[in-house]
């Protein structure tokens, strides 16, 4: 199988649990099938590889580290691979979740005292302060007025590529560099994987309001989180088997 045939989606065997499953098939990358696969995607000569450890991560962007140790090159290869692991054909996946003033405080987003003000009154962190509105724990972006509609539309279509970049690879020595979808719905698996370029191109679009009235950041969907036990986080979210049809 070429490399040109490797880049589409494959069928799996048997589907992955979880995280760990994936690291431990790059940890036998000599005798697993997939693993090699990846390994060729990223465009790494199998023959070349003298060993490969990956470690699962914990509150980062990517979830998966990969070392791959190249024959003959001192240094290490170092890959960061966010899993997205699905089981329905359609379906919204949490990227990224936090209560608006940590966006300011970790992420750095300068966000003024209006666009926050927004913000905060679209998630339910402040109350409504219009008459009678839908939900009376918060407010749906089509309740702002028509001036915080525009200036938060205009924050966010100046920022976006801050935010998108935040939101799908993160910052720092574990940011993603890859991301690798598997979905199983029921006896059916599969699995892509995709340059983290790739998939920031592909959710990347026109900021607008929603249907529902939340905010869409072209295939991104940013809403107020609800349920708990943190309601009112501000919360964005992917339908990940979008990435197998690009």
Do not use: C
């Amino acid at each position: 199988m070429n490399k040109a045939q490797l880049l589409g989606s494959q069928t799996a065997k048997g589907g992955f649990v979880n995280e760990k499953d994936i690291a431990d098939k790059f940890n036998n990358w000599e005798i697993d099938n997939e693993a090699q696969k990846w390994l060729v995607i990223m465009d790494y000569a199998l023959d070349e590889i003298e060993s490969v450890e990956a470690i699962v991560l914990r509150g980062y962007k990517a979830d998966v580290n990969v070392q791959i140790k190249i024959k003959l090159k001192v240094a290490l290869d170092i890959e960061n691979i966010q899993i997205k692991l699905v089981s329905n054909p359609k379906g919204f996946n949490q990227v990224d979740k936090r209560p608006v003033d940590r966006y300011n405080d970790v992420l750095n987003w300068n966000m003024p005292a209006n666009i926050v003000s927004i913000l905060k009154r679209f998630t339910g962190e402040l109350l409504p302060t219009i008459q009678n509105p839908r939900d009376s724990r918060r407010m749906f972006i089509d309740e702002f007025s028509e001036k915080e509609q525009k200036e938060l539309f205009d924050f966010l279509k100046t920022n976006k590529a801050m935010i998108i970049n935040d939101i799908l690879r993160g910052r720092g020595e574990f940011s993603a560099e890859w991301v690798i979808v598997a979905q199983k719905i029921d006896s059916n698996a599969r699995w892509i994987l995709k340059n983290i370029n790739e998939v920031v191109n592909h959710y990347d679009g026109e900021v607008k309001i929603s249907s529902r009235g939340s905010v869409n950041i072209g295939n991104i969907l940013m809403q107020r989180k609800g349920g708990t036990p943190d309601p009112t986080s501000l919360q964005f979210k992917i339908n990940p088997a979008e990435l197998f049809d690009i």
